[in-house]
Structure formats: structure tokens, C-alpha cells
């Protein structure tokens, strides 16, 4: 067992990091999945091995878990999978916690255990604590359980924030010195939950990509921690491969959002109320109308789609895909505008998408297409608001200024899928509804793109 062992783990990190390079794209995204499924059967069957006691509550445990699990998963609709993803990310780090808690208990505080042992756990249980309790405000939001606007204390949040850290550390400072009651590690976890809460409550909608990345990132590392105490490589490896990926990714939808990281936590935009257009009579839309929208279409060189939450939430993948077919089959090119921060979590689009066998040749990066759109007679945009406002090139006063858009305005003409005037996640209203050169189909998206496609093939 020494040797098999070792081995087996050896194994179950090669197909932990080969799964993750196929999560790259789309075509290997399942296959990568599976591998990375793979190896965590295998590395969770090697932890087994080793385990001498408390078999009817492992068995217990895998019961409920595989029985909550393997149904939500299956049930989930492809518009909730940012709320699962938040929630499931929440109980990891809310695992890690318990860990830490119950490492506490079965020591007697910490007694006789090496500093290495203690600080790995304390920590495991701060990161965890606050990963938890952040998801479940995360998926609030995302579910709109919790607003989506900022709710916060204004100028006290941050001071407010510090001494809950503060508070914790000293929690952790005392259960860690050994002996001490558990009401210190307690207060610990409570401390770095309403903390996790705090820090999740004041950012807005329109930042809560970033956010899951983030947390995903913080239960990574909890976990990391958490293997190093218990001298787990398993848990040391995928936390730390989670962790860095994790990490990673949040800085990369930081910079698509110009945004830091310190500044999103501090409290990012989202939810501000706005003027809606009737309010305004300088400002007017004009209508089209499904015939309409496909004649333009299918007498253009180059069409692209731009797809946006309202996609997911219609459920139009599969509709948008029957359309294309039709256009190509008259001639036109049609490409899709992916924006990094579209939708409710990284790469919701390109999920969306590729669920509906949409070419992956055909899905266009922000800055590969952004040079395009000056050149397409046609641009679709369904449900997508922020990504593709243009007061974020030329309205300082806008709080989305400087965050890098799809030149959707540039186009020769633009049609916007959307139920109503209303403002996207941000709660920012979108100046490109009233330009010269956009036309707005109101209705539901699926109903929309339906018609239109029955449009085309009258023509």
C-alpha cells in the first residue's frame, strides 16, 4: 500500500492537469471534463486506502452527497449554471472550514500539534469561512434572491471589513496557542463569514464574473492549506491547480473589464438607477421588424452575432443556430463576438454555444473581431447591454469607463434583441439603443430569432 499509493496520486494529477488543458475550448471542453472527473474518482478512491476508521459515516457521506449532486447537475438549466457553479464553489470552501473545525475538536484545540499543522488549518478555515459564506451571496445575486444593485455601508465598509479580519485573526491567533475553548474557533468562523458577506454584499451585478473566479480562487487555496495539514497530496494538488487557475482567471476578467481586483472588492458598479429613454424626448428608438431584420441579413456580405445574457435566459442557442445555417446557405458569413464578461460567469457564452454545436472556428474573441465590425453591414445583438455600451470609449462620467467593449456601434447597422428598454446587470443605460444605426426587435429572444428565421426562408 506504501507504494500503490503514491503512484495512484501520481496518476490522478496527470489527469487532473491533462483534463484542464482541454477545458481550453470548447471542442475539448467535455473530454477534459471527463479526464479531470477521472482523476478525482481516482485520487478520492487512493484517500480511501488509507482511511482505518468512521466507514459508515464516509459511506454515509458519499450517499447524500452523490444523491444531491449527480440530480442538480443533470437538472440544472444552462441559465442557472452560474448560480450552481457559485454554489458549488461555496461548498467547497465550507468543507474546508468544517475540516479545520473538526481538526480542532479531535485535538483538544491544537494540542501537541506542530505550528506548520496549525497554521495551515487556521488558515484553511478564514479563506473557507469567507468562501462560503461570499458564494451564497454570489448566487443570491445571480438568482436576484439578493439585489444586484451594491449594498453596502458607504465610507465604513472597509473599516468595517478590517476589524472583521482583524477580529478573526486574533481568533485564530488564540485557538492556535492550544488549549483554548472552542469558542475561538468559533468566533473565527463566524467573523470571516459575516466578512465573506461584507465583501460580496457592496458589488454589483455587472462585476459578479470577476467575483465567482475569485471565490473560486480562495477555496483553491482553503483547500491547498487544508491538504497541507492533514499531509493530503491529493488536496495540497487539485487546490493549488484550482487555485492558480482560479487566480489566473480573475485577472484576466479583470483586465477585460479594466478593472483591479482591490477596486472590485472594495466595492464595484452595478445597479445604479437610470433615466429610461421615455424620460428623455431627445432621445427616440427606432423599431424594426422580424421581415425586416431578415431581408437586411440576407442581403449582407458579413453578419455577426453578439450573444448576451438574454440569450441564456431565452434559451435561443439552438434558434440562432438554425438561423446562421440559413444565412451561410445564402452566402453570408456569420460570426459570433464572444465579450469575456458576457453573460453571468466566464466563458457562459461560449458554453451556450457550443451546447448548440456552433462551430468553434466561428466564435470570434473580442480583440480578434473588434476590427471587424467597421467592416460588417449586419450586427446581431441579443441580450447583451454592457459589454457593447459605448459610453464606455467616450463618457468619463460613466462607471464603466475605460472597460474594453465590442465596437458593436461601428457597424454599418446594428439589431438589438431585447424584451424592453430596460438596463443590463450594470444597471448602466446603454447610449447605442438610440444611435442612427440601430433598430430594436422587442420580444422574447427565442420567439424573435425564431421569426426572423421564418422570415429567410420565405425570401
Known amino acids: 500500500m506504501d507504494v500503490a499509493v503514491p503512484i495512484l496520486y501520481i496518476v490522478a494529477f496527470g489527469l487532473f492537469i491533462y483534463g484542464l488543458s482541454g477545458l481550453t475550448g470548447p471542442r475539448t471542453a467535455v473530454r477534459g471534463n471527463i479526464i479531470a472527473a477521472v482523476g478525482m474518482a481516482i485520487a478520492m478512491i487512493t484517500a480511501l486506502l488509507t482511511v482505518h476508521h468512521n466507514w459508515i459515516l464516509i459511506i454515509v457521506g458519499l450517499v447524500v452527497g452523490t444523491a444531491l449532486g449527480v440530480p442538480s447537475a443533470r437538472q440544472v438549466k444552462m441559465t442557472q449554471m452560474p448560480q450552481m457553479v457559485a ?64 449594498i453596502g455601508l458607504g465610507r465604513a465598509q472597509q473599516a468595517v471589513n478590517a476589524v472583521l479580519l482583524v477580529g478573526a485573526i486574533v481568533c485564530a491567533v488564540i485557538a492556535g496557542m492550544g488549549g483554548a475553548s472552542t469558542l475561538w474557533i468559533i468566533g473565527l468562523l463566524v467573523l470571516a463569514g459575516v466578512l465573506g458577506v461584507m465583501i460580496v454584499l457592496p458589488i454589483g451585478g455587472a462585476d459578479m464574473p470577476v467575483v465567482i473566479s475569485l471565490l473560486n480562487a ?48 472594495a466595492g464595484g458598479f452595478g445597479g445604479a438607477s437610470v433615466a429610461a429613454a421615455d424620460d428623455d424626448p431627445d432621445k427616440t428608438v427606432r423599431s424594426t421588424s422580424a421581415a425586416d431584420a431578415a431581408i437586411q441579413m440576407a442581403y449582407a456580405e458579413k453578419v455577426i452575432v453578439v450573444p448576451g445574457y438574454g440569450l441564456a435566459v431565452a434559451q435561443a442557442q439552438h434558434a440562432i443556430k438554425e438561423m446562421a445555417k440559413l444565412l451561410e446557405a445564402k452566402g453570408v458569413e456569420v460570426t459570433y463576438a464572444i ?90 443605460e446603454n447610449p447605442l439603443f438610440f444611435l442612427d ?23
Open 87 to 150: 454554489l458549488f464553489n461555496g461548498v467547497g470552501g465550507g468543507a474546508v472550514a468544517l475540516i479545520a473545525w473538526s481538526e480542532f475538536l479531535s485535538s483538544s484545540g491544537f494540542t501537541g500539534r506542530p505550528a506548520a499543522f496549525i497554521i495551515a488549518s487556521l488558515f484553511s478555515a478564514i479563506i473557507g469561512s469567507i468562501s462560503f459564506w461570499g458564494s451564497l451571496i454570489a448566487f443570491g445575486k445571480l438568482q436576484e434572491i439578493v439585489s444586484s444593485s451594491p
Open 218 to 265: 480562495m477555496t483553491g487555496l482553503a483547500a491547498a492549506a487544508a491538504g497541507l495539514a492533514l499531509s493530503n497530496t491529493a488536496m495540497i494538488v487539485a487546490g493549488m491547480i484550482v487555485g492558480a487557475s482560479g487566480s489566473i482567471l480573475t485577472n484576466q476578467m479583470a483586465k477585460a473589464m479594466n478593472r483591479t481586483i482591490p477596486a472590485i472588492v
Open 339 to 428: 465579450h469575456p464578461v458576457a453573460g453571468r460567469m466566464p466563458g457562459h457564452m461560449n458554453v451556450l454555444l457550443a451546447e448548440a454545436d456552433v462551430s468553434y472556428d466561428a466564435l470570434k474573441e473580442m480583440d480578434d473581431i473588434n476590427d471587424e465590425f467597421a467592416r460588417t453591414e449586419v450586427t446581431l445583438v441579443i441580450g447583451a447591454n454592457d459589454v457593447t455600451n459605448p459610453a464606455a470609449r467616450s463618457d468619463p462620467s460613466s462607471p464603466i469607463y475605460g472597460m474594453p467593449i465590442l465596437n458593436v456601434d461601428q457597424s454599418h447597422n446594428v439589431i438589438v434583441l431585447k424584451r424592453s428598454m430596460s438596463s443590463g446587470f450594470a444597471g448602466i
Open 437 to 459: 444605426n440601430t433598430s430594436m426587435l422587442f420580444g422574447d429572444a427565442k420567439s424573435s430569432v425564431t421569426d426572423v428565421t421564418e422570415e429567410l426562408k420565405a425570401l
